[in-house]
């Protein structure tokens, strides 16, 4: 009997999706069940056929890893290093400017890793006693220095646990990514190894578990392989909690020299559950929403409903808020140059939720309204959630 | 010594930033090039990272005046006492008065300031300059 090929899984929040042969299923998560059990309770037929080397699972069920990024300026150890974290898949709680650090509140949260950068190798030192005043006030598990190599002696007396790396920032004052996108990815994967609920899946896989955005990143030079997509386009995950945006690096004027085609975005606060709230400040804070929500013949109200319609809404503001935030309109850390976007794909729970007539709606009302076109980027929507099956193995191995 | 140099605003004058790097790199200089297109935060922001001793900013279409009127306000961020800012290229707009350029930008925060005047020249001066300063 032919052996079957790899058996992919993605492991989310609410769903497991399994790729076999290129056929996806999904299946809806008990929550009464610890992970690991609903999946190999659910799909045990299916993990038996397969050896553990050939089985590649990503997953975002828990909840990503978490950083606070310190740097000495916004125009490159900052940027370079939120580049970094968004495309190895971590959420950002905040980023210090170093030579204010003295005005910026620690974070309450717990951070899963702290990442502090500077200046190139050969400069003068530039982190002194107030890092690690600083770090005092700060609850955090990891923290990796990446800057200039004068300082590594004084932040390895200072700062207990500190991991030092080379530096992001190279001598020509270009980014220097992978040894810091290993350190990250193998975080996220100690990460996983550490919690109770879902250690166990190395009991099935042999192979090293990816975080989903990390993945889906991964998968984006492949996609035109396989949908009807033009460069460049930008990819919108709406989620519960967070909404991620991978772009193409054609639509960002900026100093950042990669290899990487693609780079990721996280908007933390624009979900439409877990983050409701701050999606509706978000929107009641936008010039232009009273005038979507008539174009869309509903009235404030709705935002403070608990409906099917208030959720489609909801959803239709958060593709709007998207734009908007990456849009010249909004100073961030990136501008997107959406005028040369030449599609849209939209992925996860917002394809199950809003048909394609009512996202091509909102998109057609943000190009008119915001950025004056009478025409928008073609849309496409991954409707069956399988775009993350294209990174998980390399082209030669997809089934 | 090190060199950020670039050419400030909405300039996309890529030979004679090419040119500034090479006459910079032919006389020792170590050049941190920015090309072009560049905004004035970021000039600074490459001065604090390579701790570099000279910013040179280059402007060709004249736009200099309103994109480097903020320099005094960045300059006293951060202590910069041991950096010369300097300033060349064709640095007005329309029908200007060239002799009163030169205290416009010595008044935004530039140390030297040259318009309309040749690469090698302005290159010679800035020798002199960090000469006389030790």
């Given amino acids: 009997m032919k052996k079957p090929n790899k058996l992919l899984i993605d492991i989310g929040s609410t769903y497991f999706k399994i790729c076999e042969n290129g056929h996806i299923s999904h299946y809806f998560r008990n929550f009464d069940k610890n992970i690991f059990d609903d999946l190999t309770g659910k799909c045990s037929e299916t993990l038996k056929k397969y050896a553990k080397e050939d089985i590649h699972i990503c997953s975002s069920a828990n909840g990503g890893l978490s950083t606070l990024i310190i740097g000495l300026t ?19 709680i905040d980023t210090v400017h ?45 923290i990796v220095y990446v800057g200039n190599n004068t300082n590594r002696s004084f932040l390895q007396e200072q700062v207990p646990g500190i991991k030092i790396l080379d530096n992001i920032i190279s001598s020509r004052l270009q980014m220097h990514e992978e040894e810091l996108k290993t ?30 955005p990390y993945i889906v990143n991964r998968s ?27 772009y193409s690096r054609d639509l960002v004027k900026d100093n950042i020299i990669t290899d990487s085609e693609y780079d990721r975005l996280v908007f933390k606060k624009l979900g439409v559950y877990k983050s409701r709230e701050s999606l509706v400040f978000s929107a009641k804070n936008n010039e232009f929403v009273y005038e979507l929500l008539n174009f869309l013949n509903v009235t404030e109200n709705i ?21 908007y935030k990456m849009s010249k309109h909004h100073k961030a850390y990136i501008e997107l140059e959406l005028e040369k976007l030449n599609s849209i794909v939209l992925t996860g729970g917002i394809t199950k939720v809003l048909s394609f007539d009512e996202i091509n709606e909102i998109i057609l009302f943000f190009y008119k309204k915001i950025l004056h076109f009478h025409h928008a980027p073609a849309i496409l929507l991954d409707s069956n959630y399988e775009i993350w099956s294209y990174g998980m193995v390399t082209p030669k191995e997809q089934p | 010594m090190k060199v950020v140099t670039g050419v400030v605003g909405n300039d996309v004058h890529v030979v004679a930033n090419r040119l500034i790097d090479i006459s910079l790199q032919e006389r020792g ?9 560049t905004y004035l935060e970021e000039f600074i922001d490459a001065v604090i990272e390579t701790d570099a001793d000279v910013l040179l900013v280059s402007s060709l279409n ?73």
């Fill in chain 2, 29 to 37: 200089f170590e050049v941190f090039n920015l090309g072009v297109n």
């Fill in chain 1, 303 to 323: 935002l403070e409903e608990r409906s099917d319609k208030a959720t489609k809404v909801l959803m239709q503001l958060s593709i709007f808020l998207v734009l």
């Fill in chain 2, 62 to 134: 004249g736009e200099a005046e309103g994109w480097c009127r903020d320099l005094g306000i960045l300059k006293s961020k951060y202590d910069f006492s041991d950096v010369v800012f300097m300033i060349g290229g064709n640095l007005g707009v329309g029908e200007m008065n060239a002799e009163e350029l030169g205290p416009k930008y010595r008044n935004y925060g530039f140390d030297l300031v040259f318009h309309q005047v040749d690469l090698n020249e302005g290159l010679d001066q800035l020798e002199n300059y960090l000469k006389e300063r030790k």
């Fill in chain 1, 220 to 246: 984006l030079p492949h996609l035109s392989d396989k949908m009807n997509v033009a460069d460049p386009f930008i990819l919108i995950d709406i989620g519960g909690a967070t909404t991620d945006i991978h």
């Fill in chain 1, 98 to 142: 170093y030579l204010e650090i003295e005005k910026f509140t620690p974070p309450k949260e717990m951070i899963d890793v702290v990442i502090v950068v500077g200046g190139i190798d050969g400069g003068k030192g530039v982190f002194d006693e107030r890092l690690p005043n600083y770090l005092k006030e700060v609850n955090y598990q990891n």
């Fill in chain 1, 74 to 92: 916004n125009s490159f150890s900052l940027k370079y290093a939120i580049n970094i974290a968004f495309n190895s898949g971590i959420n950002i």
């Fill in chain 1, 183 to 212: 350190y990250l990815t193998d975080l996220y994967q100690a990460d996983i190894m550490g919690k109770e609920d879902i250690k166990h899946f190395y009991d099935i896989t042999s192979n090293q578990i990816y975080s989903t």
